[in-house]
C-alpha cells in the first residue's frame, strides 16, 4: 500500500503543479519520470548492499525516512522554482521508493516462492489502494489547500509507516543466486525469454504510462477540469484493484490463457474508446475497460516466467527481465518527449499500440508453448 502510494503520486500531483496549463511544458514532465526512474535503479543496486550490513527493518525504516524527507523538500520546490530542483527532489524519491520496494519483496519471498499468482494479486491490490489513495488525496485537498500543504500531507504517510516498521521484526528470506550476464545472454538465445520479457516490456509501460499522464490526457484532449480528471485516475486505480480482486475469485475456475486473452481484448477496446472520446461518459468507459483488461495479465505473466525461469522474482532486476522492467520504468518518461513534439494524444496512442502487441505475444508465447511443450 505504501509503495503504490508512493509511485502513484507524481501523476496525482502534476494537475496540482500547473503543468495542464499553455504553454505545456512537457519535457520537464518527461524529465520528472525520468529522475524518479533512475532513482528506482539506483535503489535496486544498493538495496541488497544495505539489508546485508543492516537487515531489512533497517532498510524498510530508512526508505520510509527518505521517502518523508524527499516529500516534504519537494513541497518546499514546488511551482514557480525551477523544475531542476523538483527533478533533484524525485531523484531522492525514486530512491526511497525503490528501497521500500525491494525490502518488501524480500519479505513475501516465502509467501511469493508458494504461490506466486496469488502473492502478486494480493499485493497488487494493496498497491492499487496505495495509489487510489494518493490520487483521492490530492483530489480531495485540490481546491482547498496549496500544492506545498498537499505534498506535506502526503509526507505524513510514509513517516506513519517508518514508525509501524521501526518497532516490528522482520526476517529476509535466504538469498538466492544473483543472475549474471552469462546468464541474461543465453536468456537472449531463449525465444520463450524474449517474448516474455518483451510482454512485461510493454504492459508495465502501457499500466505506467496511463497512470502518469491521464490526468494531463484528460484535462488537454478531452476538456475535463482538473479534479474531474484525477476522479477518473481514482476510478482507473480503483478499476485496476477490483479487477485484481475479481481474478483471485475466478482464477481456479478460468484457463489462464483465456482470462488472458480476455483481458487483453478489454484494455484494447477500453484504449481506443479513450484515443476517440470527447466527453467524461466515454473517458470514463474507456478508463474502465483497460483498468480491469490490465488487472490480471501482470500476475499471470509473472507467474507463467516464474514457471519456466525459476531466477525470476517480480520487483527485482534480474537477467533479461530487468530490462523489461527498466523499460517500463522508463516509459512515461518518453511519452513526454514524445508528447513535446507529437502532442498529448500520443499518450494514449503509444499505450494502445502497446495492448495491441501484448496481444500479439501473447498469441506468440501460447504457439511456442504448444510447439515446445513447456
Request: contains cysteine; positive net charge.
Amino acid at each position: 500500500m505504501l509503495t503504490g502510494f508512493l509511485m502513484a503520486l507524481l501523476g496525482a500531483v502534476l494537475p496540482a503543479w500547473g503543468y495542464h496549463r499553455d504553454p505545456p511544458d512537457f519535457v520537464a514532465v518527461g524529465n520528472y519520470f525520468l529522475s524518479f526512474a533512475v532513482g528506482i535503479v539506483v535503489a535496486a543496486v544498493v538495496a541488497r548492499r544495505i539489508m546485508a550490513r543492516r537487515g531489512l527493518r533497517f532498510l524498510l525504516v530508512s526508505s520510509c525516512t527518505l521517502s518523508c524527507l524527499s516529500l516534504g523538500y519537494l513541497a518546499m520546490v514546488s511551482p514557480p522554482a525551477s523544475q531542476w530542483w523538483r527533478v533533484a527532489g524525485l531523484l531522492a524519491l525514486g530512491t526511497g521508493s525503490g528501497l521500500l520496494n525491494m525490502a518488501l519483496f524480500h519479505a513475501i519471498s516465502r509467501t511469493y516462492q508458494s504461490d506466486a499468482a496469488g502473492t502478486v494479486n494480493r499485493g497488487g491490490i494493496w498497491y492499487g489502494l496505495g495509489c487510489l489513495a494518493a490520487t483521492a488525496l490530492v483530489a480531495g485537498t485540490f481546491y482547498a489547500y496549496s500544492v506545498p500543504t498537499i505534498l506535506f500531507l502526503m509526507a505524513l504517510v510514509p513517516a506513519i509507516f517508518g514508525g509501524i516498521y521501526i518497532r516490528s521484526s522482520y526476517i529476509s528470506a535466504p538469498r538466492g543466486a544473483d543472475t549474471t550476464l552469462r546468464q541474461a545472454l543465453q536468456d537472449f538465445r531463449s525465444p520463450g525469454a524474449v517474448m516474455f520479457a518483451l510482454l512485461l516490456f510493454f504492459q508495465f509501460g502501457n499500466e505506467w504510462s496511463v497512470a502518469g499522464w491521464l490526468p494531463l490526457f484528460l484535462i488537454r484532449r478531452v476538456g475535463l477540469s482538473p479534479l474531474a480528471s484525477l476522479l477518473i485516475l481514482m476510478s482507473y486505480w480503483a478499476f485496476l484493484m477490483g479487477g485484481r480482486l475479481g481474478s483471485v475469485a475466478i482464477l481456479p475456475r478460468v484457463r489462464h490463457g483465456r482470462l488472458l486473452l480476455g483481458s487483453g481484448v478489454a484494455a484494447l477496446f477500453g484504449c481506443l474508446v479513450l484515443f476517440y472520446t470527447n466527453n467524461w461518459f466515454g473517458a470514463a468507459t474507456g478508463v474502465a475497460f483497460i483498468g480491469a483488461g490490465y488487472a490480471s495479465i501482470y500476475p499471470l505473466v509473472a507467474e507463467a516466467i516464474g514457471r519456466r525461469f525459476p531466477y525470476y522474482h517480480p520487483g527485482f532486476f534480474n537477467g533479461i527481465f530487468s530490462l523489461a522492467l527498466l523499460g517500463g520504468l522508463l516509459a512515461p518518461a518518453t511519452l513526454g518527449y514524445a508528447a513535446a513534439s507529437l502532442g498529448v494524444g500520443v499518450v494514449i496512442g503509444i499505450p494502445l499500440t502497446g495492448t495491441l502487441l501484448v496481444m500479439v505475444l501473447l498469441l506468440l508465447i501460447w504457439l511456442e508453448s504448444k510447439v515446445t511443450g513447456r
